[in-house]
């Protein structure tokens, strides 16, 4: 490539390889955030040769981001990849999907998990006079979190922010 001549070698000073490693882990963090919006997995061991426990946590944090981003926030995101590289076309005649509004269950089954999660930790937090009161509207908490997570299972597919535009362009190509 001509980068180097015959005979020349690449630095082996510590101070060039803490910069090199650190440009390394912080493009790949760049690339991690455009494809999955979080920045890029194991950069740790990339910047300082060593796995360490705090590294692993903060991964375990990054997959658990990774995990609702993708799940419950990327189907508008993919949708706008489709309309920026022509992968969908609208039609004057058709409704667009992007037009239909998502199922209520998918703003209010969340809103509801969010609220009796924070009506626990309060109650947890700030514990009435009589243990019997406290136990009570704990369990009632607890009940009623897990019937909001057991409709979690049963409304999934209206959860998921799944991209609308898939199935026109799937219709487009076998067109």
């Given amino acids: 490539m001509g980068v180097l001549g015959e005979g020349d070698e690449i630095p082996t000073s510590s101070q060039f390889e803490y910069v090199f490693k650190n440009r390394w882990a912080d493009n790949g963090d760049g690339i991690a955030r455009q494809y999955t919006g979080t920045p890029a997995l194991k950069s740790d061991y990339t910047r300082t040769g060593v796995r360490t426990k705090m590294g692993l946590l903060q991964d375990g944090y990054k997959s658990m981001q990774r995990y609702v981003q993708?799940?419950?926030l990327d189907g508008a995101r993919q949708d706008s990849y489709d309309i920026l590289v022509g992968n969908h076309r609208y039609s004057s005649v058709e409704e667009s999907p992007l037009a239909k509004a998502r199922h209520p269950v998918a703003i209010f089954l969340p809103a509801a998990i969010g609220i009796f999660i924070a009506l626990l930790i309060l109650k947890l937090l700030m514990p009435e006079e009589t243990w019997t009161s406290q136990i009570s509207h704990i369990g009632l908490y607890i009940a009623v979190i897990v019937f909001l997570f057991k409709q979690v299972k049963v409304w999934g597919d209206y959860l998921v922010d799944?991209?609308?535009?898939?199935?026109?362009l799937a219709k487009a190509k076998a067109e």
Avoid at 162 to 168: F, N, S
């Fill in 70 to 72: 993708n799940n419950f």
């Fill in 162 to 168: 799944q991209p609308r535009l898939y199935h026109t």
